[in-house]
């Protein structure tokens, strides 16, 4: 009778770690079948590269990101990334990427060491770049890869968002709009808006008027503005010892634009009928008022 019982006990252990077996492989498959479905668009997939130092190259595949960094003529950091992505919220997440360090100590000689193979993080998805934010990175701030492929270029380099910081780091440019006590009465924030190639702004409006303040690195004057209209009187005011020229009908001014160091600034202000580019602009108490909000 024991032995019997006890061969029952042993049937029904096997029967459940069978059963234990079969729950994880149709679970890992379900989980594989996840990752296949969650595959990358085909309009992202293709080659980038890290946007300020350029020392980092990244390959974007179906469901695998390869990303290569040198930090020297002999030391390169490899990783390996798989992905899935979440189309909801325009991502790719990932956890178990693997990160080898690699050390040419001449041309035929190497040493390779994995670092971690437990990686984890996201990388977001704006207007076709990359913005990757790593757990394990010794710091907050992201990392911006921008294609090299040009089949995935972007069509429309500006992006809008109500996030400042998605603005500043799509941009690549730190940006403090003015408070709202600085603006003029009435006006109130629309939407921040970033170009690729360096340049963010600020879109206001009020009831009759719009208003764009732009910051860029790179761009200045009209080309920053985008204004090319002409105007029947220029001139500049002074505010704190910053040369600021002005355009309009000479009492109020609907283009402004200044420099501060290496940094641009220009400033819009006109009709959102756009049946007249003269009067009703900016004040010279409200240009002194947004500069030095800003600035």
Not at 164 to 190: H, M, N, Q, R, T
Request: glycine residues 8%.
């Amino acid at each position: 009778m024991k032995r019997l019982l006890i061969m029952l006990l042993v049937l029904i252990c096997l029967s459940g770690c069978g059963n234990k077996k079969q729950e994880e492989k149709k679970e890992e498959k379900q989980e594989q079948q996840v990752i296949i479905r969650n595959s990358v668009p085909r309009n992202l997939q293709g080659s980038y590269h890290e946007r300020y130092a350029g020392r980092a190259s990244l390959e974007l595949g179906s469901n695998t990101i390869i990303i290569d960094w040198s930090s020297s003529a002999s030391q390169k950091a490899h990783f390996e990334i798989p992905v899935n992505y979440d189309e909801d919220n325009q991502r790719l997440v990932y956890e178990n990427a693997v990160l080898t360090e690699y050390e040419f100590r001449s041309d035929t000689e190497s040493k390779d060491t994995e670092v971690y193979n437990d990686g984890s993080g996201h990388f977001d998805i704006l207007n076709g770049i990359l913005i990757w934010y790593d757990d394990k990175a010794e710091t907050d701030d992201p990392t911006v890869f921008v294609s090299n492929d040009g089949a995935n270029s972007i069509a429309n380099p500006w992006f809008y968002t109500t996030d400042l910081s998605e603005a500043i780091i799509y941009s690549g440019i730190d940006f403090c709009p003015p408070i709202d006590a600085a603006l003029p009465e009435g006006f109130k924030l629309v939407s921040y808006g970033a170009n690729i190639n360096g340049v963010i702004l600020a879109q206001y409006e009020s009831e009759d008027r719009g208003l764009v303040i732009r910051k860029s690195d790179r761009v200045e004057g009209q080309e920053l503005s985008g204004d090319y209209n002409s105007y029947s009187e220029s001139w500049q005011q002074n505010v704190k010892g910053l040369n600021v020229d002005c355009f309009g009908d000479g009492e109020t001014a609907n283009l402004a634009l200044f420099s501060v160091d290496y940094l641009h600034y220009s400033m819009s202000c006109i009709d959102k009928t756009y049946k007249t580019f003269e009067g009703n602009g900016l004040t010279a108490d409200q240009i002194n008022s947004l500069i030095n909000s800003i600035q």
